[in-house]
């Protein structure tokens, strides 16, 4: 890699943004004390947030490319797929991000790269997007949060990262630029919700587990969020399929939890009312219609982020009524399940080094910024990244060590805005502090910004930048030749080998080695 140095100074604007972590006490479900620990924290929505997912776009049935009703098999179960990682153990309250990184973003990657599930280097850790949601404390998150944090910035396979979690206290976070790169190239690209409370929903759903409801030979999987303590459990007879096997009939009213839903059979049967036979066209629950509430035929399969020991090897099968139902009712949250797309390929153009500590990371902000003009003070263009967005609680930028850190930033996206590379000039990085009390410090010791559409050359902003109380500071990084000098040794014959033309300078007494004419 080469390196363009600028030495540029910092500014300073107000800082206008504030956000807080939700953190909710764990709760273990394990009725043995000596088992492993059954977590359930998932955090209690908010109106906001509530309203925000019942504003997800919803997927229909597209009748053109979807198979028919009659033509669906009776059942898809896409755990026994290469795709699907192994059941495993979520380390704490982690299980927002064990269902929706662990599993199905997991899923998703390794089936849009015909990826063998099994492998670590195709599986993804849980603890990378948890410690940056969990409060700092080992509280809840959900799902959806973990997939913007992926959105914006990646997330490294299990091996970069180091396994799947951290260990207590779970405020760990990942230092190293080429460990934040490594992970930009797997990124999600969009989620949407699946209303399951009526027969059309079902038959949605089912769909999305055999052809995505488009045709395509393999299906996903989906997310969900419930009550599980108290659930009304009852083993399969032997007149059902998956005879011997645990169904549930209803969640339960505590223990909030996410899990996820790998698949469904049709012929699957329970005697929910105990009448002695299975029936979807009698009202069993008086309610005077005959709708999914009243089903007793048909069941979806979870897995869950509890180990082995749950339920059959860590799945448990929930009777199709059930979907029907409201959240506290025996149902699931919104009678939503929410599904992923993600990108199958994707390789970051331009990216921000930086090294930084601070004392109070649950105080700061960070953006990135871009502008066409060398003589720019601010950006015209920013993007934030939710990773670093007033998260992790009241610890330095490492957690538990005051050591620097070292991120990785993508800015491909500020490369497009400004209407491609030859049009930015330079980049900027922003941190805004939310500190009225003047209770924390920080310093940014280097920011540079590499360029991979031209062999991965690095501008470095180099100079100590102080982040200023209670406001923004902002951190230039020009894209220009001038200033460069003393750090630029590759060969003539290397510079033309990258396609970049090349000269001898000598600035202010001192020999350079080279200076770059882009497009040369």
């Known amino acids: 890699m080469k390196r363009y140095i ?27 004390p000596y088992g492993t620990p059954w977590i359930a924290n998932l955090p209690e929505l908010t109106p906001e947030q509530e309203a925000m997912l019942k504003n997800l776009p919803e997927i229909k049935l597209n009748e053109e490319q979807a198979a028919s009703p009659e033509s669906l098999p009776s059942t898809v179960d896409n755990s026994q797929n290469i795709h699907f990682r192994p ?21 998703e990657m390794s089936l849009a790269r015909n990826l063998d599930a099994g492998l670590a280097e195709n599986q993804y850790p849980e603890h990378h997007t948890w410690n940056f949601l969990n409060g700092g404390s080992g509280g809840g998150s959900w799902y959806y949060n973990g997939w913007d944090i992926i959105r914006d910035n990646g997330i490294p396979n299990v091996n970069t990262y180091g396994g799947m979690s951290t260990s207590s206290p779970y405020t760990e976070w990942m ?31 089912k769909q999305w587990f055999d052809n995505r409801t488009d045709g395509s030979a393999i299906g996903g999987i989906g997310n969900f969020a419930c009550y599980v303590s108290n659930s009304d459990d009852a083993v399969l007879e032997s007149d059902s399929a998956r005879a011997g096997e645990t169904i549930i009939k209803r969640f339960g009213n505590s223990g909030y939890h996410a899990m996820t839903f790998v698949g469904y059979d049709d012929d699957v049967k329970v005697d929910i009312n105990g009448d002695g ?24 399969k979870i ?24 959240l506290g009712n025996g149902g699931i949250t919104n009678t939503d399940v929410h599904v992923l797309n993600v990108k199958e390929s994707y390789t970051p153009s331009m990216t921000l080094k930086v090294t930084m500590e601070h004392s109070s990371r649950n105080k700061i902000s960070i953006k990135a910024g871009v502008a066409s003009s ?56 922003i941190i805004n502090e939310n500190d009225s009390n003047n209770a924390a410090s920080g310093l940014v010791s280097s920011v540079s910004a590499i360029n991979y559409l031209n062999g991965g050359i690095e501008y ?10 209670n406001t923004e500071t902002v951190i230039p990084v020009n894209l220009s030749e001038q200033g460069a000098c003393s750090e630029f040794t590759a060969t003539n014959s290397e510079h033309e080998t990258a396609g970049r033309a090349y000269s001898e300078t000598v600035t202010e007494g001192e020999t350079c080695y080279g200076t770059f004419c882009f497009g040369g």
């Not at 992970?183 to 759903?205: C, H, K, P, Q, W």
């Not at 470095?460 to 102080?466: G, K, M, P």
Request: proline share 2%.
């Open 87 to 107: 059941i495993f153990s979520q380390i704490g309250g982690s299980c927002g991000q064990a269902s929706g990184i662990g599993y199905t973003f997991t899923y």
């Open 303 to 326: 897995a869950n982020s509890w180990g082995t020991g749950w339920g059959n090897n860590g799945y448990k099968w929930l009777s199709y009524s059930a979907l029907a139902h409201s």
């Open 175 to 205: 230092s190293g630029y080429d460990k934040y790169y490594a992970g930009m190239s797997n990124r999600t690209l969009n989620y949407f919700r699946i209303d399951v409370s009526t027969a059309e929903g079902i038959e949605t759903l």
């Open 374 to 429: 060398e003589n720019a003070t601010s950006p015209e263009h920013y993007t934030s990244y939710q990773s670093f967005n007033y998260k992790g609680g009241d610890h330095p930028m490492r957690g538990e060590s005051t050591d620097p850190i070292e991120i990785g930033l993508d800015v491909t996206s500020l490369v497009g805005a400004i209407g491609g590379i030859e049009n930015a000039k330079k980049f900027f990085l």
């Open 6 to 32: 600028s030495l540029l100074a910092g500014s300073a604007i107000l800082a206008s943004t504030v956000a807080t972590a939700d953190t909710t006490a764990a709760a273990n479900i394990n009725p043995d």
């Open 277 to 300: 036979q299975y029936t979807n066209n009698i009202d069993i629950n008086d309610d005077g219609v005959v709708d999914v509430k009243d089903w007793e035929i048909g069941a979806v």
């Open 460 to 469: 470095a902003a180099t100079t100590d930048t102080v982040i200023q109380n």
